[in-house]
């Protein structure tokens, strides 16, 4: 490539809301079942059927705005959107135009929410990525393309499907990621909606465009569909960038259209020229009255719950947890909720965090289980770590215990300690430990003497040995330190 250009890339995030029934009609919202089991007149677009507003969609849609910072038209209303598909047999969707629930707002990219190759390099740490607004519609039935045919499910039309329209303000495949992720974490952590891509619980399209430094314009908008994940948005992203550059270089025109991602090829191919939004001739829904929400809006406003990045903020100022780790706690609202519980009336709080980070989450992870599943109550896993904090316990025998505990939830901790013998050595016994290994390893104790902290944990290790793990590491740690350099 002959010289630099600059990809704008937008997304169109659609996420199902996390409502009992559907978006017009009484019909019950839910995954997996029988193939169009879940459908009524208003579902399948029959004549004379009339739409019915689903109120808590509505108040899902203003909690998202409040926890993204939008604002909200006094008067919103409903519109057509008029197009032909056959999972949409009424030939409109029912949607929302000029007047939207949320206006503007953003989303923060948090630092975890990059890919893990790319977290030690973010170009732009604590970005926001502007929003253009956030409107409500009804989702489509699903179609399902086989080799010589097609087939429709209806269970999912009707849906309330919540579509988040960024600025075209993202400036790589790595932000394309963090955004996704981080929206994603808003949204479970406000219950708005569980989020699952595996699901179509959350879909996205992506718009996007290059152009060359000198050129204040944005280039020709290509939207991209058929992203199944993350990962694939990424990949996706990454081979447009480059497609849309080789044309620029080679004088190929770029014309505003509308690209297919096939996964497995690597490669986007062409579906249409992109319609604008006159070519959808949308017009208010006339069984549909316009909604004040006022009232609404400061009614849910108590709802909207403390954000990830404002958890962290608290877990390093309460807690005195590094940032990162606080990040880390924060991911999930679970094990935010788990730790807050463990931490809650300990003494050292830090040393809570780091036996979950280190410990609970690396044998969860061996188990192929997630937080929520975790056998260890909380309260027990605080007692543990207090009895290794006050010497009752080394951290080996701690992990012991806590390996019998996982198994046996319902044990007490200090039990499982007694009955495997794991009580505090004598005090006169330690120091005598600690005087054998100074006398046996007189070479290693000059070095310690001098400095060198490898030596003192050898020295350490050497009285753990002849105590035969019954000593608390650091006792005998702070008895070396006081003979060999107080």
């Not at 849309?244 to 191919?269: F, N, V």
């Not at 309460?318 to 909720?337: I, M, N």
């Amino acid at each position: 490539m002959s010289k630099t250009y600059i990809p704008s890339i937008g997304l169109e995030v659609h996420v199902q809301l996390k409502t009992q029934s559907k978006m017009f009609c009484a019909c019950p919202v839910a995954f997996g079942e029988e193939t169009n089991s879940l459908a009524c007149p208003v579902c399948l677009g029959l004549p004379g059927a009339l739409p019915v507003l689903n109120e808590g969609a509505i108040r899902l849609t203003l909690r998202t705005g409040l926890m993204l910072g939008c604002s909200t038209p006094p008067v919103v209303k409903w519109d057509r959107k008029n197009y032909f598909y056959p999972d949409m047999p009424k030939d409109y969707q029912i949607s929302q135009f000029d007047l939207p629930l949320c206006l503007d707002g953003g989303v923060p990219l948090y630092d975890l929410a990059y890919p893990k190759d790319a977290q030690k390099t973010i170009a732009r740490p604590g970005k926001v990525v502007p929003l253009t607004r956030i409107h409500l519609e009804e989702d489509v039935a699903k179609s399902t393309h086989h080799a010589t045919f097609s087939t429709i499910d209806f269970n999912r039309a009707g849906t309330p499907l919540m579509e988040i329209v960024s600025e075209p303000e993202i400036d790589s495949a790595e932000e394309a990621v963090a955004y996704l992720n981080s929206l994603r974490q808003i949204l479970v952590y406000g219950g708005v909606s569980d989020a699952d891509m595996e699901k179509g619980q959350m879909r996205c399209d992506v718009n996007i465009s290059v152009r060359p430094p000198e050129q204040k314009q944005l280039g020709a908008k290509i939207e991209l569909k058929n992203l199944n994940s993350v990962s694939a948005v990424r990949r996706a992203i990454r081979y447009e960038i480059e497609r849309q550059i080789d044309c620029l270089e080679t004088g190929e025109p770029l014309i505003q259209s509308t690209r297919r991602w096939d996964d497995d090829a690597g490669i986007t191919t062409q579906m249409r020229t992109k319609e604008d939004a006159h070519d959808y001739r949308y017009f208010p829904d006339p069984d549909l009255m316009p909604v004040l929400t006022g009232t609404m809006l400061e009614e849910v406003r108590p709802w909207v719950p403390e954000l990830p990045h404002e958890k962290v903020e608290r877990f390093v100022r309460d807690y005195g947890v590094t940032p990162y780790d606080a990040s880390v706690l924060s991911s999930e609202q679970v094990l935010a909720d788990y730790f807050e519980k463990a931490a809650a009336g300990a003494t050292t709080p830090k040393k809570i965090a780091n036996w979950i980070l280190n410990n609970l989450l690396a044998v969860l992870n061996e188990q192929q289980l997630g937080i929520a599943d975790c056998p260890v109550a909380p309260e027990k896993l605080r007692a543990l770590v207090e009895l290794q904090e006050s010497g009752q316990i080394s951290n080996l025998q701690a992990r012991e215990v806590f390996a019998d505990l996982f198994v046996s939830p319902d044990q007490d901790p200090a039990r499982i300690a007694q009955a495997k013998g794991f009580e505090p050595a004598d005090t006169g016994a330690v120091e005598a430990f600690v005087d054998q290994a100074i006398a046996q390893n007189p070479a290693q104790v000059e070095e310690a003497r001098g400095g060198n902290d490898k030596m003192l944990n050898f020295l350490t290790g050497q009285v753990m040995k002849l105590s035969k793990g019954k000593a608390n590491p650091k006792t005998v740690s702070e008895l070396l330190h006081a003979r060999l350099r107080g």
